[in-house]
């Protein structure tokens, strides 16, 4: 169910875009009302969550640590492993949002007869990770060229150097290659790891189908189908939607609002799923905090401020009652006067 349901959606997905788009009339809603739809659900979800997420409190210091940490100065400190200040925090995070480091230290633990335990490295979840993410960017930045106007020099120089290969007419693009052998070797991960199958859930497995379908339906533009889509209108509408000024001025053809339907989707879907971990990678305060607890106090900022309760005051408030059950106290109870 967990397969078939998530599959099922994006069908669904496919269908309602094909279907509404050929209705007359409608094609301004697939390709203007929609897009600004899914933009400010996608902005004001990423906004949102981002707040609620700073907004937490953090009452401990919990920076995950697995090195030695800063103690005498003959000992040698692992200062990415246990940074104690902003600079090692800094480079410990860059590492990690740029090169994935903690998958790269990815251990994978197997258990025989014996029993017997073993660990041994397992790099190849961070090489799909790697080719996933980064595609998925190129992609992201190659796309800017429908929607800008003249075209920036990073731009173009990043799209010359996806196709440098130059194979096909039109040119194929690596990263179209990476992206969806990167798709395909994450989900064969979900379905082959016993492990990692069990604790999968529909919702896993709805943005790979999702992602995958998007880059399926570019693919087809681009390669198969690019005889029926008209790319000036195409671009008309893109620079357009940025400038507020949209406009539909030809039949575009039924798969660019496919296309475009799905990326919607993902974008309106994108704030309120596990893709969140975008912005929640820098918020996470076993990564973006200094294991600094015995140089620093740590105090919660969001704690509220206490009236101190001594115990002097504690028996002076409760001190007939503690008398009564027995318990001693530090001061006899006053002589009560004489009737």
Same mark, same amino acid.
């Given at each position: 169910?967990?397969? @078939?349901?998530?599959?099922?959606?994006?069908?669904?997905?496919?269908?309602?875009?094909?279907?509404?788009?050929?209705?007359?009339?409608?094609?301004?809603?697939?390709?203007?009302?929609? /897009?600004? %739809?899914?933009?400010?659900?996608?902005?004001?979800?990423?906004?949102?969550? #981002?707040?609620?997420?700073?907004?937490?409190?953090? /009452?401990?210091?919990?920076?995950?640590?697995?090195?030695?940490?800063?103690?005498?100065?003959?000992?040698?400190?692992?200062?990415? *492993?246990?940074? #104690?200040?902003?600079?090692?925090?800094?480079?410990?995070?860059?590492?990690?949002?740029?090169?994935?480091?903690?998958?790269?230290?990815? @251990?994978?633990?197997?258990?025989?007869?014996?029993?017997?335990?073993?660990?041994?490295?397992?790099?190849?979840?961070? +090489?799909?990770?790697?080719? $996933?993410?980064?595609?998925?960017?190129?992609?992201?930045?190659?796309?800017?060229?429908?929607? +800008? *106007?003249?075209?920036?020099?990073? %731009?173009?120089?990043? *799209?010359?150097?996806?196709?440098?290969?130059?194979?096909?007419?039109?040119?194929?693009? +690596?990263?179209? #290659?990476?992206?969806?052998?990167?798709?395909?070797?994450?989900?064969?991960?979900?379905?082959?790891?016993?492990?990692?199958?069990?604790?999968?859930?529909?919702?896993?497995?709805?943005?790979? $189908?999702?992602?995958?379908?998007?880059?399926?339906?570019?693919?087809?533009?681009?390669?198969?189908?690019?005889?029926?889509?008209?790319? %000036?209108?195409?671009?008309?509408?893109?620079?357009?939607?940025?400038?507020?000024? /949209?406009?539909?001025?030809?039949?575009?053809?039924?798969?660019?609002?496919?296309?475009?339907?799905?990326?919607?989707?993902?974008?309106?879907?994108?704030?309120?799923?596990?893709?969140?971990?975008?912005?929640?990678? $820098?918020?996470?305060?076993?990564?973006?905090?200094?294991?600094?607890?015995?140089?620093?106090?740590?105090?919660?900022?969001?704690?509220?401020?206490?009236?101190?309760?001594?115990?002097?005051?504690? *028996?002076?408030?409760?001190?007939?009652?503690?008398?009564?059950?027995?318990?001693?106290?530090?001061?006899?109870?006053?002589?009560?006067?004489?009737?």
């Amino acid at each position: 169910m967990k397969y @078939t349901f998530p599959l099922a959606a994006v069908v669904a997905l496919v269908l309602i875009a094909w279907i509404g788009s050929s209705i007359p009339g409608m094609q301004y809603l697939f390709g203007v009302a929609i /897009p600004y %739809v899914a933009i400010v659900l996608f902005l004001w979800g990423f906004c949102y969550r #981002v707040i609620q997420w700073a907004k937490s409190p953090v /009452p401990f210091r919990i920076p995950t640590t697995s090195g030695q940490q800063y103690s005498l100065p003959w000992i040698k400190q692992d200062k990415l *492993e246990s940074p #104690v200040n902003t600079s090692q925090v800094v480079a410990r995070m860059f590492l990690e949002v740029v090169l994935f480091r903690s998958l790269w230290r990815n @251990t994978k633990t197997t258990v025989y007869d014996g029993p017997k335990v073993t660990y041994e490295s397992s790099k190849w979840l961070w +090489l799909f990770g790697i080719l $996933f993410h980064y595609s998925f960017l190129v992609i992201v930045l190659r796309h800017m060229r429908m929607f +800008l *106007e003249p075209v920036p020099f990073l %731009v173009s120089s990043l *799209e010359y150097m996806d196709g440098i290969l130059q194979v096909g007419a039109p040119s194929m693009y +690596l990263t179209d #290659v990476t992206l969806i052998l990167g798709l395909l070797l994450l989900f064969g991960r979900r379905l082959v790891n016993r492990q990692v199958r069990y604790i999968s859930l529909a919702n896993d497995y709805f943005p790979l $189908f999702l992602i995958f379908a998007i880059a399926l339906t570019g693919i087809l533009m681009r390669f198969f189908l690019r005889t029926d889509i008209d790319i %000036v209108a195409i671009k008309r509408l893109a620079v357009g939607l940025v400038t507020f000024q /949209p406009a539909i001025t030809a039949d575009i053809g039924s798969i660019f609002y496919i296309h475009l339907f799905l990326v919607c989707v993902l974008l309106a879907y994108f704030p309120f799923s596990k893709l969140m971990h975008l912005g929640g990678v $820098f918020l996470s305060p076993t990564r973006n905090l200094a294991n600094n607890s015995r140089m620093v106090r740590h105090i919660n900022p969001w704690n509220p401020d206490i009236k101190p309760h001594s115990y002097a005051a504690y *028996e002076d408030e409760f001190r007939e009652d503690m008398v009564e059950q027995g318990i001693p106290v530090e001061k006899p109870l006053p002589a009560k006067a004489d009737d």
